[in-house]
Each structure stands twice: as C-alpha cells, then as structure tokens.
C-alpha cells in the first residue's frame, strides 16, 4: 500500500490541449462533426495544425481534468498517464504536480512525443477535439502503480483509453487490482463515438467490473442503441449500482438502484467554452462521494464545478473549487 | 528589396509566456518587484517553475505581441526573433505564421531552448515577468534580413534586446539597414530597469539613429532620470522627432516637434491582466501611422488595442482589433 491514501486515482491520456477559435466555415472546411473527439495521425496533425490560428497551451486529458478538478476541491488525487520526456511532457507533469496531484507514471525516453489534441471552439462555446494520442499509446499494465491504485477509494478511468489496446489492458489490469483490494472502480464513457467503437466490451465490462458509470444523455443511449433516454436509464440500472448521467442544461440523473435524484445544472452566465465540462462533473461528484455525501450533494458539486470550467477557455477549473462550494452553500 | 513590402517590421526577444496567477504573498516570498521584467538564468527557471502553480502557455514576446496586433489590426507585419527547432519553438512560429505575420528568422538547432517568460499576474491584474532568454540569445545581426529590413515602411525594436551584446548588435546593424533605405525606425524602451541598464547607449541611439520612440511614464523618466514627466517630455521633444507617451490610466502623449497631442485612454470593465498593454499600444499606433492617419486617430487606436488585450489574460488579441476599430467608429 502506498504511504498516503488518495480519495480518487483518475487514468487517462495524458494530453496537452493546444486552443484555436474558429468559425463554422472552419469546421465545416475540415469535414469535422462538432462536439466530436477525433483521434488523429501525425501526418493530420501537421496539416490541421498549419491551417489552424495562434492557440493558447493547456494541459488537459479528460481524467486529469478530473483529477485537477478534485485537487482543486481539496481532495487527494493521484494520476497515471503517459507523456514523453519532452518540453511538453514536462509542461504537463508541473501542472499536475503543482495542484497536488500525484504523478508518477514515469516519462517515455523514446518514441512518439507528448500527446496534444487540438480543441477548436465555435462562437457557440461548443468544442470539436482532434487528438494526436502520441506517447499515450505507451502506457501499459505495467505503469499501473498497485501501491497507488490500493490506496485509492476510487479507480476512476476515461473510456477514451479503450481506443489502444496496451491502455485497454492497462484499464483492465487497474480494474482487477482496485476491485481486489476491495476499491470502487469508474469509467466514464467519454464519448458517444468511443462508445460506439467499445459497445461490447464496455457492456461487459460495466457488468463484471464497474461501481460507478458516468455518461452524458448522448453516451448512455449510445451504449444501449436507444434514442430513449428512459429506456437507457432502466438499462443501466440494471447493469451497474451507480451511474451518473449528465444532461447539459437539463442538469443530471444519478441512478442508484431504485433511487433516482435529479439535479438542476449550476447557471452559467455565458457559456464561453465547453470543453471539460464532463470531466469536472465528474470531479465534484467524485469529491462529494469520497467524502461521504448524500448523493444530491455529490451531483450538485459536480454541476457547479461543470459551470465553472465551461465559464472560460480551458479545461481546468481557474478558480479555488472548495471556496466556490462554500460561496455557494453547498460546502 | 523583399517582394512584399510590410507596414512594420518588429525585432525582439521570441518569447513563450507562461502564465500563472499568484497571490501577492508569492511575489514577496519569491521577492519579486511587483510590475518588473526580470531576467533569470536557466537554474532559476527551473527553481520558479518548481513552486509556481499550473500555467496556461502562450506565444509572447513584446516586439512579437506588436506585430500580431499589427496583423489584427489588418496590417502587414515582419518578425525577427529566435526560437530554437524544439517543441516551444514550432508553436512560436506557428503562432506568428498563422496570423499572417513574416517570420523568417532560422531556428536554431542547437543551443539553449526556446525562451521562455514565467508571468506571474496577480489579482489585481498587474503582471510581474521573469524571462529565461534561452535561444534568443542567439539572435545576430545575420539574422537582419536586409530584403526584409528595406521592404518595412517602420522598423520597430525592443529595447530588452540590449540586454544581450549579439542582439544588440543585431539591433544596430537593423537600425542602419533602414536608415539607409529610407526607412523609419523605432524603439520602445521596454521597462525602466531595462532604461537603467542602458540611458547612456539609448540616448547616443535616439538622437542618432531612431525616428520613433514608445516609452510609458516611468520609463521615459528614468531616461532622463528626473521626477517629473513634463521635464522628460521636453528632453525626448528635443531628442527625438516623434514621441509616444503611454500613462496607463490616464492616457498617452503624443510629442512630435512642438505638437502635443493627448488622448484618454480607453475604458476596460474589468483589468484581469496588463501584460501586452503597451506592445499593443505600439501595434495600433504603428498600424494607424504606417496608414496615413492623423496623430490622434493612431494613439486612439494605440489605447483601444491596448484595451482590449488587458481585459483577457494573455498578452495579444483576442478579437479582430480592426473589426474592434470599426465598431468603435475609430475606422
């Protein structure tokens, strides 16, 4: 066991987010479906890069926006991504560091280089995401400190990671080892294309090894090939104890058992950038379940940290996340 | 003569900024002067960036943040400065590229990487700078593309490049290049401390050589090394054709021969970060002055660019500062 105990261990691509606003000629140009995620090769990355405006660099990578987003709340956060040694990979790892967050997937001396994703926002704060995965395909079972992951209440891992088989094994790997010692296990399902891509496994997965799912309206009903939003939501109950569904601005549903605890989204003045919304829900409601909340407070912190992070550019919250709970009464 | 001939050709130290919030505590324990540009060795670099917190990075560099405003403001724009070919390096130039601005300058292959700014902002959106100069100090006069040089209708220099003997060098070696093409030069003095260093070089330069200097309050009186503005508005009158005089809030002077023209800075909500404000300053006067347009309608173009980029964090434009201009009815 590791030394310190950690309330969440988040897994996930390590990624540098590079931010260009464009306009919808720009999109439609490139042939991209917005609000989507997009893995893309080298080659792409140059092309899209040279047709792209000045960007703004950014950590990110969904579950270290989570794991941020806990630190930011004043919990104890670990993380396990790949970056490579490179200027990049060093931005990243001082970024995580400085919050707090444990970091100590070691750094790849070779091959592909840090990870980016290049995030291009409308004027309507919608954000299309084209991600180079670089040095993330490196990660593997092996990275998967067990010390970390046994002093961790919860494994929370991005589906994203599925879109590689060695991260794949990886995710499984951490599974097995969090469920062993008697750990909560989470996935998010980070996308409703990812989704698409893993349906199979992910059912299996969910049923065999998963506490806690998270999915947006569109990822759930994805996953169980429905366009009905109820239908997903009895379908999920069955599958796995908790699952936490978040709708945009019709708020969320968490799904325990019988239970079923709607809770408005957090208002947002103007919404200027979407990007991490998802994963910081998935921060507050994770901080709130670490600590031993009742459920519609878990949710509520997840809102309001979601409203937060889509309130500016950039996926990490600017703001001290545990005063802002206490501003707002909910802390 | 290069094929295009540009507005203005800015010079300077090729800089990323890396950008985080403090508190005014850090800035004491760090013992930081408050507003400063201070320059650190690569030791130091690392030391601060060991206790800063998470950063957001962006191309920066004084002369550099003036020629982007300058393609914002829809005018054509040249830069020299050195990167080095790393991974800081391409986005520096792929900063500049994509918004239209030349930047021919060679990367350098080998050396100290590319330069980098640890800009500390502070919450009442002062900013203090700690720049690790890295590549930029390799910048020589045989990077003064003469073609380049000759084809800029202003030549425009940070005075921070004094700080390093090469460009220095490069500095002179630009300045007589368009001199003897017919062409204007300019300087801004870039921060007091930076006008200790150098008054006595920089006055024997001004009455020589320079036909446009920028200087903000305290900067101007430190050249002269007096208290009071209007003795150094007089001194820069008989040392310099044409003045630029930035006051912050309270506007800018202009001084061209007995001509004392002055305009109110324009408003801001809200100040969330001061970096850029006088590089921008430059770009919207240049950009105005290299049109043919009156003294007044540039310094009012001057504060409007200024405006706009102190309302944001980061150090050039947000927005499209001619679309900006037109809206303000000073287009």
Chains 1, 2 share one sequence.
Not at 61 to 81: D, E
Not at 283 to 297: C, D, I, M, S, V
């Amino acid at each position: 066991m590791h030394s310190q105990e950690f309330d969440v261990l988040t897994i996930g691509n390590a990624i540098v987010d590079v931010i260009a606003k464009v306009d919808e000629v720009f999109v439609a140009r490139e042939k991209l479906v917005k609000g989507s995620m997009n893995l893309i090769d080298e080659a792409r990355a140059e092309q899209l890069y040279a047709v792209m405006g000045p960007a703004t660099e950014i950590s990110g990578g969904s579950a270290g926006n989570t794991a941020a987003g806990i630190a930011s709340f004043g919990g104890k956060a670990a993380y396990f991504g790949k970056v490579k040694d490179d200027q990049l990979g060093a931005i990243y790892a001082h970024d995580m560091k400085s919050i707090g967050v444990h970091f100590g997937t070691h750094k790849a001396a070779s091959g592909p280089a840090t990870a980016r994703s290049f995030i291009l926002v409308t004027p309507d704060g919608e954000r299309t995401m084209n991600t180079y995965l670089g040095a993330c395909v490196n990660l593997t079972a092996a990275d998967m400190d067990r010390s970390v992951v046994e002093a961790a209440k919860v494994t929370y891992m991005e589906g994203y990671l599925y879109d590689k088989p060695e991260a794949k094994a990886a995710f499984r790997e951490a599974a097995k080892i969090a469920r062993a010692a008697g750990r909560l296990t989470s996935i998010t399902l980070s996308d409703s294309f990812c989704v698409e891509r893993h349906r199979d496994d992910w059912l299996d997965l969910i049923k065999s090894s998963i506490d806690i799912v998270f999915a947006n309206e569109s990822e759930i009903k994805t996953l169980y090939k429905t366009q009905n939003f109820d239908g997903a939501v009895t379908a999920i109950h069955k599958d796995c104890p908790l699952a936490v569904l978040t709708r945009s601005e019709k708020g969320s549903l968490v799904v325990r058992g019988d239970e079923r605890i709607t809770v408005p989204a957090h208002p947002v003045e103007h919404v200027v950038d979407v990007t991490g919304a998802g994963d910081l829900f998935a921060a507050g409601f994770l901080f709130g379940y670490t600590h031993g909340k009742p459920l519609r407070q878990c949710a509520a912190l997840g809102s309001l940290a979601a409203a937060e992070v889509i309130s500016h550019t950039g996926a990490r919250p600017e703001v001290n996340l545990l005063q802002l709970a206490q501003t707002n009464g909910l802390i």
